[in-house]
């Protein structure tokens, strides 16, 4: 199975600060990683598919790159709405795996 | 407007069983495949199990935590996806969540807004 690593578990930030988080999978995903956003009792939302492909109707500041193993989150200007939980999606092989969550927190 | 709602969430007893259901509407549900995601209180996600569309005979895939006591179903006439849960475990204690997979890609796009299932004696 592909264990999915992201860091850092959690973080303090700053209305307006760039953010990044990382997400690292145990063997080669090629661009089969998603990123999700998710609020306090709420249903996470699609944020990014394909490592760095933006979802229909998410804003600009949301970026996502890598390939192969390695792959970040990036939040160009943090905002109050983005203060959230986020997670990493590996979806090349069965089963599909969730990294553990990064809580981005004021 | 694509939406997906579940039902069927509840209490239940430890080695009981419940059922499902995730009612779609806003999309040609046959085509698509369709996955289960939970997440047990204050915890990360986990997914949970995969049906393939008709095109792809309905075949399943299930979380090695699941296999053989959670069954995936679907009634493509009644545009519903259901996950019968079986030999239930404080353990399985969750929200439950439909997701509508994207093909080509096999990424996500929607969600529903998940069922409780509660375990417990």
């Known amino acids: 199975d592909i264990q999915m690593t992201q860091s850092p578990s959690s973080l303090s930030a700053s209305v307006g600060d760039r953010v990044t988080i990382t997400c690292r999978a145990s063997?080669?995903?090629?661009?089969?990683l998603a990123w999700f956003q998710q609020k306090p009792g709420k249903a996470p939302k699609s944020l990014i598919y394909a490592a760095s492909n933006l979802q229909s109707g998410v804003p600009s500041k949301f970026s996502g790159s890598g390939s192969g193993t390695d792959f970040t989150l990036t939040i160009s200007s943090l905002q109050p709405e983005d203060f959230a939980t986020y997670y990493c999606q590996q979806y090349k092989h069965y089963p599909l795996s969730f990294g553990g969550g990064t809580k981005v927190e004021i | 407007e694509v939406q997906l709602v579940e039902s069927g969430g509840g209490l239940v007893q430890p080695g009981g069983s419940l059922r499902l259901s995730c009612a779609v509407s806003g999309f040609t549900f046959s085509d698509h495949y369709m996955d289960w995601v939970r997440q047990a209180p204050g915890k990360g996600l986990e997914w949970v199990g995969r049906?393939?569309?008709?095109?792809?005979?309905?075949?399943?895939e299930y979380a090695a935590s699941v296999k053989g006591r959670f069954t995936i179903s679907r009634d493509d006439s009644k545009n519903s996806l259901y996950l019968q849960m079986d030999s239930l475990k404080t353990e399985d204690t969750a929200v439950y969540y439909c997701v509508r997979v994207i093909i080509p890609g096999y990424h996500y796009v929607y969600w529903g807004q998940g069922t409780l299932v509660t375990v417990s004696s």
């Open positions: 063997q080669d995903i090629s661009n089969c």
């Open positions: 049906s393939r569309n008709k095109a792809n005979r309905y075949t399943t």
